[in-house]
């Protein structure tokens, strides 16, 4: 039954019934559930507006966009993109600050890696789970990373000096594609000071558990096969070819966006007024022009640019995986794209993406490899179901952004509690790799053990979320994006 709040527009769009100075429009078809409580979530969220009013600023959203795999998050919704003018608000990032994606083509046929998955997975458990990467860095090259992004980092060149997996990289040739990721992968940060705990000795190489880590929840790596072709012309300048394998990594800034969240949050409590009521959605705003906005971009930054060297790490880990088995291959970067950022826009606005992806047209890709085909969308499905790439179209109502994957359709709590047979089923016939070999007849022997395990990943299991075909179809009847390539899973790799 529609929600009442909403009033469907056409197709695949809907408004909201409470007028609001601003426009609102939520993407969905007619196969999308939407959520009451994420309505809830929602309409609460634009209470921010009365906040702002509260304070007489004169700062204000100028719109809002809300993607088709809209669902309940932390205050504010999952999918949720707000534009504003004069105005920041950290807390529609959040502290997974930069989670994103990244796909790599390969030259492998996905057979070939089929054959292989046994010791394929005994790697990327060793690699991933059991300290088998080997990642050093100095201090110094970490707080490069935190201040200048990947292209500081590989100016600094740590294959000339360093060991491990940085050897892979001038044979890979990934330093040579920074142009096919969002802003090069470099943002400009001002201090790394929040970070001390995790520079280490400037001139001493040493590993860290930070760099190369997955993270939990819905953070993956995979190994996919590229299953269907619907784009030929876009595919194939892409480096996408049916029937060959491609890595999706989706990751962010793990244990470094935290400390940078809590950073934000105690600048957010300084900066506001005493003498104002808190906001009663708790969601606090940061004047643009003001003396926070310095030090909340500085540490947005700096947990942006970890983010970024870490979706590159864990394709590292998951290319050394597949080449201990087969041998050499080539894997060049398709695109890297974060979900959960702020862009800086003309005219004292800023985009705030909660777990939306950008989703440009080939004008705003000038100057850039994919200014003839749009902006590269990585849209995954839910654990075991098929990915897809798509070609991003500018769509201006949807602020030029797409979802970022299926979206919830339960929460993890019921999830976990839900679907025990179905779930059961489908690991029996799905490989998935986590810390813990759920087939070793030690693990089996303890059940509390493996009953923690498997409420984790049924959490995240495929009953947990909506369907991704019609997230598609919804991205692309609204003129969001276009579909390129259908990617269907052959192994998932989760923290």
């Known amino acids: 039954m529609l929600d009442k709040r909403l009033i469907r527009i056409d197709g695949t769009r809907f408004g909201l019934r409470a007028e609001r100075p601003f426009p609102v429009r939520i993407f969905a078809n007619s196969e999308v559930a939407i959520e009451p409580v994420a309505v809830d979530e929602l309409v609460a969220l634009l ?15 100028d719109r809002v966009a809300v993607t088709p ?34 796909l790599h083509a390969t030259n492998v046929e996905a057979q070939e890696v089929s054959r292989r998955l046994d010791a394929i997975e005994a790697s990327a458990r060793h690699l991933f789970f059991e300290g088998g990467r080997q990642i050093p860095m100095t201090g110094r090259d970490r707080e490069t990373l935190l201040l200048e992004g990947l292209s500081g980092l590989f100016a600094a060149a740590p294959w000339d000096r360093l060991r491990g997996q940085w050897q892979m990289l001038p044979r890979l040739g990934w330093c040579d594609r920074l142009d096919r990721i969002e802003r090069r992968g470099s943002l400009p940060a001002r201090t790394a000071e929040a970070f001390s705990g995790w520079l280490g000795q400037p001139t001493t190489a040493s590993y860290d558990d930070q760099i190369g880590s997955i993270g939990g929840g819905n953070h993956f790596v995979e190994i996919q096969r590229v299953e269907r072709i619907l784009d030929r012309q876009t595919a194939f300048a892409w480096g996408l070819k049916q029937g060959t394998a491609a890595i999706m990594v989706h990751s962010g ?30 969601i606090f705003p940061l004047r643009a022009d003001g003396a926070g906005a310095e030090a909340f971009w500085s540490l947005l930054h ?35 794209a974060p979900h959960n950022l702020v862009w800086a826009g003309a005219d004292d606005t800023y985009l705030h993406r909660k777990g939306a992806t950008p989703a440009r047209g080939p004008e705003a890709m000038e100057g850039t490899p994919l200014h003839c085909w749009g902006e590269p969308v990585l849209v995954p499905g839910s654990m075991g179901s098929p990915s897809f790439v798509l070609a991003g179209r500018g769509n201006s109502e949807a602020l030029d952004s797409a979802s970022h994957g299926a979206g919830r359709a339960l929460s993890r709590g019921d999830a976990a509690r839900t679907g025990h047979r179905e779930f ?20 089996r ?15 995240e299991g495929p009953h947990a979320y909506k369907g991704i075909r019609a997230i598609i179809d919804t991205l692309s009847s609204a003129g969001i994006a276009t579909p390129v390539a259908e990617l269907t899973p052959i192994m998932t790799i989760k923290g």
């Open 47 to 61: 209470g921010i507006q009365d906040t702002l009013d509260r304070l007489g600023t004169g700062w204000g959203i």
């Open 69 to 102: 795999d809209f669902h309940k998050g932390a205050g504010v919704p999952i999918g949720t993109v707000l534009q504003t003018r004069g105005v920041l608000f950290p807390q529609a990032v959040g502290n997974d600050i930069n989670c994103g994606m990244r």
């Open 253 to 282: 800034s793990v244990g470094i966006g935290h400390i940078a969240g809590r950073s934000i949050a105690d600048l957010l409590s300084r900066s506001y007024p005493k003498s104002v009521a808190h906001p009663n959605n708790g």
């Open 302 to 336: 700096a947990a942006a640019n970890f983010a970024f060297a870490n979706r590159l790490s864990l394709a590292m880990s998951a290319v050394e995986a597949i080449e201990r088995a087969v041998g050499p291959i080539e894997a060049p970067l398709v695109y890297d």
């Open 424 to 443: 059961d089923r489908f690991l029996e016939e799905f490989r998935v790799v986590t810390p813990l070999d759920l087939r070793r007849s030690d693990v």
């Open 445 to 459: 022997s303890r059940p509390e053990i493996l009953k923690r395990k498997l409420d984790e990943l049924r959490a």
